[in-house]
């Protein structure tokens, strides 16, 4: 059998966000020697709330290496939804209340990459903006064929849909492009931005993060049988293998038989 994914599986999300905070933190430090700055994608969801507690709740701080410095954080959408910025569905906004408006000033401040909602009426060309943002970053795309990202911060929908690509979907086929528009997302709003899944699996590390109850079926089709391997984080855990990893509480792995760690 090919490397594998790793599952970690905390008591609870407080415990989890500890080890979450020193995971982002050795893909800080990855991404500040690679090119002195941390490139990372985030979803929505949930995901924003758990990532404030792993990173601006008080905690044990080991020296300078354990600091988050979000002043050479270069922050993007892993999806957005085609609304406001500040907009209740926009996940801009829900990072920015989560998130961006409770960092303390010490810890500097991350450039952020919103959507340009100029094009709010044609998704396309949304997509197609955001992946010109992404080229001014990364470079452009006839010069690197794929953005490479330190790390991607993930969530896993009850249908085993991750970003705004869904399971079956003809965006899953997508080769060529970065970023892709979707108007008929099951999960409302319909209209929205994505990252391909090329651009997905290729990150440095791409992590998961997944709790509660309400998550143990779909983690138990992803992670245990061979249905779950063609669902979107199937594919994503597929493509990325040790590159991935899994947070999640006890919850959330119920019954789940893939081996599970209860440590970084
Ligand atoms: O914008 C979105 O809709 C999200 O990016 C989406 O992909 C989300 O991450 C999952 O649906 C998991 O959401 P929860 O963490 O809330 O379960």
Known sequence: MGKQVNLYSFADIDV????L???VLQCQ???FERHGAFKVAVSGGSLPK?????LLEPNDTGGADRVVDFSKWEVFFADERAVPLDHEDSNYRLLKDELLDKIPGHLGQPTVHPIDVKYLDDVQEMADQYQEELMRSFAAKDSVKLPLFDLLLLGCGPDGHTCSLFPNHELLRESDAWVVPIEDSPKPPAKRITLSLPVVTHGVKI???????????????ILDTDEGRSLPCGLVNEKGAERVSWFTD????????FPRRGSL
Not at 16 to 19: I, R
Not at 250 to 257: L, T
């Open 207 to 221: 992590a998961f993060i997944a709790t509660g109850a309400g998550k143990k079926d779909i983690l138990k089709l």
């Open 21 to 23: 905070r020193t995971y």
């Open 50 to 54: 758990t990532l404030a507690k792993a």
């Open 250 to 257: 006890s919850s959330a792995v119920k019954g789940v038989g």
């Open 16 to 19: 989890l966000a500890k080890s």
């Open 29 to 31: 430090s990855a991404g």
